[in-house]
Each structure stands twice: as structure tokens, then as C-alpha cells.
């Protein structure tokens, strides 16, 4: 919920993790829960998902199409995953943090890395660990959307994603659903207080004060 009392600036929530270890799940609960948090929707040169729905989960784009966007800098960030390109469209995001929203962000570290090179003030960033390498082949096979050749090459990039744990300002061990959801909820309360994001202090201060 936007504050009553002190305008803000909007905040940069980035969620990364090596791919099956929940992201995704913990994305959608929160972005049910908060309606102060919209979901910035990527590019993508992969292939959809059975159920992905074009403008929904990605904007599914082929490669020409993708270079064109990064020429004419329509991108706030993007990077190579697994052999296809992602970005972040600039346009949608820039407009709900000038409008004091905050902005979810389901991106790898490269793109996080790249937010921080131009956006450090903004941005808050959470790492989603599996609480083992065996529930998270688990969670990969269960979610039953790749086939056992993807599974595998995604296991095989678990540890190289994982390296970049400390590059993050919190980590979540994504061991049950409920609780991980309430302890990025947790993260985000806290960062919307902090002081440089109440862009209206000064003002509300100096009314409360204004005797
Ligand atoms: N840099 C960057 N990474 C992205 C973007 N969109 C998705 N990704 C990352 O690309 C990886 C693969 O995503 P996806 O194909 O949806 O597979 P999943 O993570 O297994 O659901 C994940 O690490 C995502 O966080 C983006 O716009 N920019
Ligand atoms: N804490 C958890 N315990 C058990 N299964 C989980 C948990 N978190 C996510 N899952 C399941 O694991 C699979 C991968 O989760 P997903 O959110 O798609 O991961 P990511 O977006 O990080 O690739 C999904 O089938 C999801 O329902």
C-alpha cells in the first residue's frame, strides 16, 4: 500500500535464483498480496512453456526483434541464459517507480549486476537458495515443464548461479512456500521505510512541526 502520509520513491525488487529453487512460486504470492508491487515483465528469445501466455509471463520475441530493442536502448538490462536472450523492457519500469510503485524483478545476476551499475539507490536484491541440490532436481522434474535434457543442463548451471550469492543484499533458503513468501514480504516492508525512499519527509516533517 502506497503511504498516506510521506510520498516515495518506488523501489526495485529483484529476485534471483538458480532456476527450479522457487523464484517464480514466490513471485506470484506476493505479487497477489501487494498491490503496491507490479511485475516487470521480460523479453525473451526462449521458446513458451505449455501455459506461458505471450505479454503475461514473457514477451515472447525472435532474435531479430530482440536486437532491435537493445540498438534502440528499450532495454534496462539484458543478458544470454542458457544459450537464449533476456531483458528487461525500460519503458513500464521507469513509469511505476516515477509513480511510487515498486517494481518485482525475476532476472539472473548479470541483469542484477547491471541494475545495481545504474540503479543502486533503487534497488534491493534477494537471492533464493534450495535448501539441497536433491530438492532442487526435485522441483525441476516435478514442475514438469522441461524435458530431462533441459533438467540436466539446468543442474549443471545450479552451482555457477549459486556462486553469485554474495553479490545480494538479503538471502532467502526457499525451504517451505509460506515462509520464504513472508520473509521477502518482511524485506520489502522494511526497505519502503527506509528514510532516502520517503521522498516526502521533509515535507511532512516540517508540517507536523509547522506550529
Ligand atoms: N538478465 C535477465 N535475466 C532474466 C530476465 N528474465 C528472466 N531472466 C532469468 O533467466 C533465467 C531463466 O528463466 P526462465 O527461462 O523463465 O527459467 P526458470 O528460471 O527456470 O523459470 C532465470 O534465471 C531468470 O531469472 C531478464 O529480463 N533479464
Ligand atoms: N518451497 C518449496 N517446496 C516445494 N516445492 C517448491 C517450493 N518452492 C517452489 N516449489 C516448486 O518447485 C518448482 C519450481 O519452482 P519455480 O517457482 O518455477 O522456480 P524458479 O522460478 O526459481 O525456476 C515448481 O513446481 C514449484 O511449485
Known sequence: MQDAFVQRRGLMLVLSSPSGAGKTTISRELLGRDGNLALSVSATTRAPRPGEEDGVHYHFLDEGEFRRMVADGDFLEHAEVFGKLYGTP??????TLDAGGDVLFDIDWQGTRQLRDTARADLVSVFVLPPSMDAL???LRQRGQDSEAVVRERMAKAADEMSHWREYDYIVV??????SVRRVEAILQAERLRRERQTGLPDFVGRLTDV
Open 137 to 139: 532436481a526435485e522441483r
Open 90 to 95: 525500460r519503458r513500464p519500469v521507469e513509469r
Open 174 to 179: 526457499n525451504e517451505s512456500i509460506p515462509e
